[in-house]
């Protein structure tokens, strides 16, 4: 008996991410530095996740994700309460989580951290959604700070010429207004170190993720979720590349010696939308009952996936209409289009959709997806309703039933 659980303890460890303790470690000092901004002497700047951030980190600016936070309050369980206070103070249940969570944080100093640290001002771009709009402009007239926000025109098709010029001017609308609120020029030398270690680190990203198109994949997409939090929230500095070098080496080790994220691999799929932050435990279990593991997905894909256009020699440029090209601000056609090559390169065997209450750009136009995969790629697709950061908007039998009447279509 003793020696049943030894060895059940021992396959256990053997499947564990060694990365993951480090990363705790990263992201611990990062909050913790933000926190100490003002000791620092340092400012502190919300931003949206899909937002240019290099040229913060080339002005010393620390940056923060109230995404990235919205996360970790999902992930701890909190969003719901935090959502409830901020419909006490009238916002709609209808509204995005993360918004309603952070507006309330801000008030309660609420949250797994205490609430985030106070800004020095906001930079809001609205290639995500237009909700942060609203929110970023609540955020800045609570904490009475100066407000930037970046519009990018929405890609119905080819970003055309005028579009080009009209982002790339707001780039340079952005550096004068970071001029203003630091109070010194735009550290030009320091932008090009930081724009090519976020090139880097977008790579290395990548790079990680693709090995989840090896049969069987040594992570799985509840992996790739948490590992992400690097890419969005400190892309541009070393720390990064340090880590997913690390992380990559590790897939590469797990690879070679057949350490698989689901240890009987059967069925393969590939996940849409945002993950539903307090049930990835339960979900990556569901899933693995069945012998299936998520290979991939649209979300963590997101933060590498324009790098291609990003030129190293020209780089404020470049990065505005990649920032502009980012899988929210895209067609259904070219959603699609990502999807296919997604499907295609790690072999997927079916969709699961996340039709998410809370983000209406992810989750609009996912029925017509799922036609298009049905008809185009003849695969199969689950779609399951909830919300990434609320858990009251989630039912877990419904769910399960669902999962469980999808999964019997691979046996
Ligand atoms: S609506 Fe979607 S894209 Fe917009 S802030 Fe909420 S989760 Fe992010």
């Given at each position: 008996m003793a020696n049943q659980r030894a060895e059940d303890h021992a396959a256990q460890e053997?499947?564990?991410i060694k990365s993951t303790g480090l990363m705790k470690k990263i992201m611990k000092r990062y909050y913790f530095q933000a926190k100490m901004a003002h000791w620092l002497r340092k400012k502190v700047a919300w931003i949206t996740s899909g937002g240019p951030v290099e040229p913060l980190l080339a002005m010393n600016v620390i940056p923060i994700y109230p995404e990235n936070h919205?996360?970790?309050i999902g992930a701890t369980k909190m969003g719901g309460a935090l959502c409830e206070t901020s419909e006490a103070m009238g916002y709609s249940r209808d509204l995005c989580s993360y918004a309603r969570a952070d507006i309330a944080c801000s008030i309660v100093k609420g949250g797994p951290i205490g609430g985030l640290p106070r800004p020095d001002f906001l930079v809001c771009c609205n290639n995500i959604c237009g909700t942060v709009i609203k929110w970023y402009e609540i955020q800045a007239r609570f904490y009475q700070v100066p407000l930037f926000i970046f519009d990018t025109p929405f890609n119905h098709a080819e970003m055309s010429p005028a579009a080009k010029r009209y982002v790339q001017r707001q780039m340079q609308e952005y550096i004068e207004f970071l001029e203003r609120v630091c109070r010194k020029k735009f550290n030009e030398a320091k932008f090009q170190e930081v724009g090519l270690r976020s090139i880097q680190a977008q790579r290395l990203w990548q790079q990680v993720l693709d090995c989840c198109a090896h049969q069987p994949a040594p992570m799985s997409a509840f992996d790739a979720f948490f590992h992400l939090a690097l890419i969005?929230?400190?892309?541009?500095?070393k720390v990064v590349i340090d880590y997913y070098s690390q992380l990559l080496d590790e897939m590469r080790q797990r690879i070679e010696q057949n350490i698989s994220a689901v240890p009987n691999e059967k069925v393969r799929l590939l996940w849409d939308n945002i993950p539903i932050w307090y049930r990835t435990r339960w979900l990556s279990d569901k899933f693995s009952q069945h012998n299936a593991c998520l290979v991939a997905?649209?979300?963590?894909?997101?933060w590498s996936g324009v790098v291609h256009l990003i030129d190293e020699n020209?780089?404020?440029d470049s990065m505005a209409v990649a920032y502009s090209s980012i899988h929210l601000n895209v067609s259904i056609d070219q959603m699609f289009q990502k999807i296919a090559a997604l499907a295609q390169k790690y072999h997927v065997d079916g969709v699961v959709m996340h039709s998410n209450r809370s983000c209406k750009p992810y989750s609009f136009g996912q029925y017509d997806l799922q036609n298009m995969i049905t008809q185009r790629l003849n695969l199969p697709v689950l779609i399951i309703e909830a919300d990434m950061?609320?858990?009251r908007n989630f039912s877990e039998s419904q769910i399960e039933t669902r999962i469980d009447a999808f999964m019997e279509?691979?046996?």
């Amino acid at each position: 008996m003793a020696n049943q659980r030894a060895e059940d303890h021992a396959a256990q460890e053997r499947l564990k991410i060694k990365s993951t303790g480090l990363m705790k470690k990263i992201m611990k000092r990062y909050y913790f530095q933000a926190k100490m901004a003002h000791w620092l002497r340092k400012k502190v700047a919300w931003i949206t996740s899909g937002g240019p951030v290099e040229p913060l980190l080339a002005m010393n600016v620390i940056p923060i994700y109230p995404e990235n936070h919205g996360a970790m309050i999902g992930a701890t369980k909190m969003g719901g309460a935090l959502c409830e206070t901020s419909e006490a103070m009238g916002y709609s249940r209808d509204l995005c989580s993360y918004a309603r969570a952070d507006i309330a944080c801000s008030i309660v100093k609420g949250g797994p951290i205490g609430g985030l640290p106070r800004p020095d001002f906001l930079v809001c771009c609205n290639n995500i959604c237009g909700t942060v709009i609203k929110w970023y402009e609540i955020q800045a007239r609570f904490y009475q700070v100066p407000l930037f926000i970046f519009d990018t025109p929405f890609n119905h098709a080819e970003m055309s010429p005028a579009a080009k010029r009209y982002v790339q001017r707001q780039m340079q609308e952005y550096i004068e207004f970071l001029e203003r609120v630091c109070r010194k020029k735009f550290n030009e030398a320091k932008f090009q170190e930081v724009g090519l270690r976020s090139i880097q680190a977008q790579r290395l990203w990548q790079q990680v993720l693709d090995c989840c198109a090896h049969q069987p994949a040594p992570m799985s997409a509840f992996d790739a979720f948490f590992h992400l939090a690097l890419i969005v929230t400190l892309r541009g500095t070393k720390v990064v590349i340090d880590y997913y070098s690390q992380l990559l080496d590790e897939m590469r080790q797990r690879i070679e010696q057949n350490i698989s994220a689901v240890p009987n691999e059967k069925v393969r799929l590939l996940w849409d939308n945002i993950p539903i932050w307090y049930r990835t435990r339960w979900l990556s279990d569901k899933f693995s009952q069945h012998n299936a593991c998520l290979v991939a997905d649209t979300y963590t894909s997101a933060w590498s996936g324009v790098v291609h256009l990003i030129d190293e020699n020209h780089l404020l440029d470049s990065m505005a209409v990649a920032y502009s090209s980012i899988h929210l601000n895209v067609s259904i056609d070219q959603m699609f289009q990502k999807i296919a090559a997604l499907a295609q390169k790690y072999h997927v065997d079916g969709v699961v959709m996340h039709s998410n209450r809370s983000c209406k750009p992810y989750s609009f136009g996912q029925y017509d997806l799922q036609n298009m995969i049905t008809q185009r790629l003849n695969l199969p697709v689950l779609i399951i309703e909830a919300d990434m950061a609320d858990e009251r908007n989630f039912s877990e039998s419904q769910i399960e039933t669902r999962i469980d009447a999808f999964m019997e279509i691979f046996e």
